[in-house]
C-alpha cells in the first residue's frame, strides 16, 4: 500500500470546494453512513484528492473508493472518462464501488449493505496478507 495513498496536494482547493458544494445523494451518504464510522468503525475522507481525480469518498486503510453518480454519469462522454479514471485509479491499487443518486437516496439501508459486505472482504483480505 502507498504510504501516501497518491495525496495530490494539487487538488487540495478544488476538493474543499466540492466538500462544501456535495450533491444531495453525496451529502446523505456521507450523513448516514459513512461519517460516523459505522462502516466495521472505518474512517472514511470525502472528495479527497488521488493522483489527478477527486474521488466522492475514500477509505485510505483499505483503499476503497465510493463514487456517487448522478444523471450526468449516464452521458456517453462522461461514462467514456469514468472507465479511464476507473482503470487509473485501479492500477494504483483501489477498488471502486459505484452507485447512483437515486440508489443512495431511495435505498440507503441497501447501499449500506453493499458497502459493508465490501469492506468486510477488504478487511478480511489485509488480515490474510
Excluded at 48 to 66: A, E, G, S, T, W
Aim: aromatic share 10%.
Amino acid at each position: 500500500m502507498p504510504s501516501n495513498n497518491h495525496y495530490n496536494k494539487h487538488l487540495k482547493h478544488p476538493a474543499k470546494r466540492l466538500r462544501n458544494e456535495m450533491t444531495k445523494a453525496e451529502a446523505s451518504l456521507w450523513k448516514y453512513i459513512l461519517s460516523k464510522r459505522q462502516v466495521y468503525g472505518q474512517q472514511f475522507r470525502r472528495q479527497r484528492p488521488i493522483d489527478n481525480y477527486i474521488v466522492d469518498f475514500v477509505c485510505l486503510p483499505l483503499n476503497l473508493i465510493i463514487e456517487v453518480d448522478g444523471i450526468t454519469h449516464t452521458y456517453e462522454e462522461v461514462t467514456g472518462n469514468d472507465k479511464i479514471r476507473q482503470l487509473k485509479l485501479e492500477s494504483l491499487g483501489f477498488k471502486i464501488i459505484r452507485f447512483t443518486d437515486e440508489e443512495v437516496l431511495t435505498s440507503i439501508s441497501s447501499v449500506y449493505r453493499n458497502i459493508a459486505y465490501e469492506v468486510e472482504v477488504l478487511m478480511a483480505k489485509i488480515q490474510n496478507e
